[in-house]
């Protein structure tokens, strides 16, 4: 939207987002849709324009839940996933990519000025797991959260490194150090 004319630019896509898009220092966005493409999924690099830029085909699951955004590091690379955490190079190439054996995403995907990557899995009724993996795909840590139903929006990250995670319809901010 032209917040000048108060008009439409461009529209992409034929389906509603159940994620937000993400927009990298250059103006890029970076969509992660609900849909398949006859009958493949991918992720998409668009232009600020609209024209697509990259789209990298992926395997798994479609996106199925809301709320799983995914997330760019100061080095364009770009983390997304569901029962797959994929990273993605600034041109859309696989960095690698890492298949849980346990769990799936149920959060926002966040990254840590030391380029760490953190997400939350829902490992069974009433169980989350945060996960955080370093730059280069190597598992740093994992967090079991027993008696959570599940995670909530977005986490956030102060600069010194404190994460506050929200959880799902619970009064509980969980705050990791």
């Not at 024209?51 to 080095?75: A, L, Q």
């Not at 909530?152 to 010194?160: L, M």
Request: net charge negative; glycine share 8%.
């Amino acid at each position: 939207m032209n917040i000048v004319t108060h008009s439409v630019e461009w529209t992409f896509g034929n389906t509603t987002l159940k994620t937000s898009p993400i927009v990298d220092s250059q103006g890029n966005i970076y969509v992660y849709p609900t849909y398949q493409e006859n009958g493949m999924n991918y992720f998409y690099s668009l232009k600020p324009n609209g024209d697509v830029r990259w789209k990298f085909e992926y395997s798994g699951y479609p996106f199925i839940t809301d709320n799983i955004e995914p997330t760019i590091d100061k080095f364009g690379n770009v983390y997304f996933g569901y029962d797959t955490l994929y990273s993605l190079d600034y041109e859309g190439k696989l960095r690698w990519k890492k298949g849980f054996t346990k769990g799936k995403n149920y959060s926002p995907i966040v990254c840590d000025s030391k380029d760490n990557i953190y997400l939350g899995l829902s490992i069974g009724q009433d169980n989350q797991r945060i996960v955080c993996y370093a730059s280069n795909g190597d598992e740093v840590y994992t967090i079991d959260i027993p008696i959570e139903r599940a995670f909530g929006t977005s986490p956030a990250i102060t600069e010194n490194g404190k994460m506050f995670y929200p959880t799902f319809r619970s009064k509980n901010i969980l705050v990791i150090n």
